[in-house]
């Protein structure tokens, strides 16, 4: 398999899947697409990951179901009550890209630390696999941000992967605690600088370095968030390109 050697990262705010007037089938976005075009390949091969839902069952069928009309192979990784592949280390690094779904950001992590995932992970990401994930799928590849793992209430998290040396904020847009809170733990240290999306926004990084943001919503921003060195933060809108339906 021929990978670019670029290592790349989307991390998206939201709006990965947009319910369609079905009853429970969802349909990938433009940002997935993005995604998926990042490998260079014809037919991409796809690992849907679903720690931070516990692995779900009924989540994992909805998000194969929307990518049934795709050129594109789908697998997925679980590890409750085992790993579902007899070599998870072998499964990761054979994807193109993995998408990592919301949840618990908290727990996601642990498990994988737990299971040797996290070491996977980079070792992929450094070899070309694209990552990238939604919420908790994007907090996971930076240093932290907020997240509601441990209760209704945002705290401020700050055990990441550290791929990313940067703060990140998800739903930007839609849950207004999360905006200040983010710009508060950037300002007193506790989290560093870093970048944030709104819904049906993704930040594209390639290697450390922010690229550019893209989204499927044209009302959709985000992010530069910066100390101003007396002990504020600045927070500059970065615009996203639109992606084409």
């Given at each position: 398999?021929?990978?670019?050697?670029?290592?790349?990262?989307?991390?998206?705010?939201?709006?990965?899947?947009?319910?369609?007037?079905?009853?429970?089938?969802?349909?990938?976005?433009?940002?997935?697409?993005?995604?998926?075009?990042?490998?260079?390949?014809?037919?991409?091969?796809?690992?849907?990951?679903?720690?931070?839902?516990?692995?779900?069952?009924?989540?994992?069928?909805?998000?194969?179901?929307?990518?049934?009309?795709?050129?594109?192979?789908?697998?997925?990784?679980?590890?409750?009550?085992?790993?579902?592949?007899?070599?998870?280390?072998?499964?990761?690094?054979?994807?193109?890209?993995?998408?990592?779904s919301?949840g618990?950001?908290?727990?996601?992590?642990?498990?994988?630390?737990?299971?040797?995932?996290?070491?996977?992970?980079?070792?992929?990401?450094?070899?070309?696999?694209?990552?990238?994930?939604?919420?908790?799928?994007?907090?996971?590849?930076?240093?932290?941000?907020?997240?509601?793992?441990?209760?209704?209430?945002?705290?401020?998290?700050?055990?990441?992967?550290?791929?990313?040396?940067?703060?990140?904020?998800?739903?930007?847009?839609?849950?207004?605690?999360?905006?200040?809170?983010?710009?508060?733990?950037?300002?007193?240290?506790?989290?560093?600088?870093?970048?944030?999306?709104?819904e049906?926004?993704?930040?594209h990084?390639?290697?450390?370095?922010?690229?550019?943001a893209v989204?499927?919503?044209?009302?959709?921003?985000?992010?530069?968030?910066?100390?101003?060195?007396?002990?504020?933060?600045?927070?500059?809108?970065?615009?996203?390109?639109?992606?084409?339906?």
């Amino acid at each position: 398999m021929r990978r670019s050697g670029q290592s790349h990262i989307l991390a998206i705010g939201g709006g990965s899947f947009r319910q369609t007037r079905r009853l429970g089938v969802v349909e990938a976005s433009g940002l997935l697409r993005y995604a998926l075009d990042l490998t260079g390949q014809d037919r991409p091969k796809l690992g849907l990951v679903a720690t931070a839902m516990g692995d779900d069952a009924p989540w994992l069928l909805k998000m194969y179901g929307a990518f049934r009309s795709w050129d594109v192979e789908v697998s997925h990784l679980t590890v409750f009550p085992m790993p579902n592949v007899e070599d998870p280390r072998e499964w990761i690094l054979d994807q193109d890209v993995i998408y990592v779904s919301g949840g618990s950001v908290a727990n996601l992590v642990a498990l994988w630390r737990l299971h040797g995932l996290d070491e996977a992970f980079e070792e992929a990401w450094r070899s070309g696999v694209v990552l990238s994930g939604q919420s908790a799928g994007a907090l996971c590849w930076h240093v932290g941000g907020n997240t509601d793992s441990f209760g209704p209430d945002l705290r401020v998290w700050a055990e990441g992967l550290a791929f990313l040396p940067f703060s990140c904020g998800v739903h930007y847009n839609s849950e207004p605690q999360r905006r200040r809170l983010l710009q508060a733990s950037v300002a007193s240290g506790e989290l560093p600088e870093g970048y944030a999306a709104d819904e049906g926004v993704g930040l594209h990084y390639v290697g450390q370095e922010f690229i550019q943001a893209v989204t499927v919503d044209p009302a959709g921003s985000a992010y530069r968030l910066e100390r101003d060195g007396e002990g504020r933060v600045k927070e500059f809108r970065v615009e996203p390109r639109l992606l084409t339906p």
